[in-house]
């Protein structure tokens, strides 16, 4: 008997193809509908795998048995001239055909149409530029900023309304761009607009409500108000922009009112904690310091001040992972224990309190499971929250979840269009699931947003390594500017290179300057050089070290060329991180 001939008489062969075509078809469908339900991308995933063990089965089926006009019998029990198979086959044909059709419109549909959708402009967004200071006082600027980011937070309670974060629309300070200009880089279809002035015990507000396609207002007014009438000032302007939006508070069942104001309504405790934000987003290592100063003042006016409690924790996060040594660490996150535990003992409901949380548990603790629930919960609460949807992406990635972080820092980057930070990130996971190209292009997106972060520029580094193109690697790590980042991107992209000698050096170098705060990053090194004794050598440094690189491990493409090493199984089980993961290795 001829096999290949049997395959077809009995229509086995084209039975195979119309279980692949509607498989697809219907994973194409899942892939697009679930996103709008929430995070069940799970869903689709675990469809494909059932139709993956499914295919034997239904091969054998075919092959065992035939649809007759009398219904369903095994092949065996048909006289050779009873049966039906070529009115069978071209059932099967026409079947394939339509099927296949289906799949394609659903692939063209998810290409085209819902992209562009995702990328057209929606009529319910908004970003308030930074409020003009006409105080004519510099030390009045954290003033006139904080009225502008209290905006921001309010606005962020309004279904469907989608507003800019501080990072991206605070970019357009004394911006001569046109209103259509700015629309377009960020994003949105207005832009509100204005001027702070506090002369003693009064404060006036200037604040219009600007179509951005076309500049023309929608809604102006001017404000003259008694300082100690300032919330209530804030409220009328917030109410009045969502009423010319026709915007709703959010009521979706989870969401929760967010504020950054006082309980107490401290005019006193609120504007210390308005200096506090003012010297967080300048970012050095003193102003991070006197930020966390503020906010003890703030709290210290308002001992019940979840906000400034949170705030003070996620500083302290930042300052100690950015500049502390590690031998500092220790009793800075004691503190951020103390604040966040405080944070959420006062508003269990507060968002900010639940990203601290969710921060430190990563950092200081590697409680990784407490990491992705709390980074969960501050998304619940607070639904149109960029930083929560950022810090999700950090936790799904971490748990080898690579796909899902992507969704999810799009949806930050979509709310904060202009962070150069997060689009290298958005990178970095790209990279992770061997989409190169698109990793490279996020990675100079990010570089053209901050060309002096050298983080950016270390990525874009990492993305060449894994392509495994030594000179577009180190010509991207000589770009770095001087520092440890620099130092790490040339060790990576000098192992891909012929000259040993250098490769020797950079390693070296690395070795003698950084091994207390980089001990993941050389475990890599040494996975690029094909050393994997050395490799699991410094990845237990890594745990005993709690160094920050640990949250990599299940989407690293380098160390994951050593995933089906025995000992690769058995340290992911020690430190509690999982196996499976949809990042591709490199090879």
Known sequence: MNLVAELQRRNVLRAAVLYACATWALAQGLAQLLPLFGDYGWIARWFVIAGVVGFPFWVAFAWFYEFTPKGLKRESEIAADASITRSTGRKFDRAIIVVLAIAVVLLLTDR??????????????????????????????????????????????????????????????NSTDDPKTIGAKLGVAHLLEGSVQRAGDMVRVSATLINA???????????DRPYKDLFALQDDITQQVASALKAKLLDNGTAVLQSDRPPSGSLAAWDAFLKGQFYFQLGTEEDFKRAIEQFTVATQLDPDYAAAY???AQTRVDLTGYYLEAAEWPHSYAQVRVDVDTALRLNPELAAAHIANSSLLCNADANWEGWLTEARRAVVLAPENAVAYFQLSTAEAGHGRVASAVSFVKKAVARNPLNGFWRSWLAYYLASLGRLDEAATAAQQGI???????????????????????????????KAPPGRNRDIAMAWALQLGSDRAAADAALANLLATDADNSSYQIAETYALRRDPASMFKWLDRARVDRDGGMQYLAYDPIILRYKDDPRFIAFAKKVGLPTTTDAKAMP
């Open 310 to 312: 949170a705030a003070a």
């Open 448 to 478: 053209a947003l901050q060309s002096q972060g050298a983080l950016n520029y270390r990525i874009l580094t990492y993305i060449e390594v894994v392509r495994g193109d030594a000179a577009a690697a180190l010509a991207a790590a000589e």
């Open 213 to 223: 396609a076309d500049g023309s207002a929608i809604w102006s007014h001017h404000y």
């Open 112 to 173: 085209f149409m819902l992209h562009g959708q995702a990328s057209a402009i929606a009529g319910k967004s908004i970003a308030v530029l930074p409020l003009n200071n006409d105080s004519g006082e510099k030390d009045q600027q954290y003033f006139s900023d904080g009225l502008s980011e209290d905006l921001i937070t309010a606005l962020s309670q309004f279904a469907g309304l989608k507003v800019i974060a501080r990072d991206s629309s605070f970019k357009f300070r």
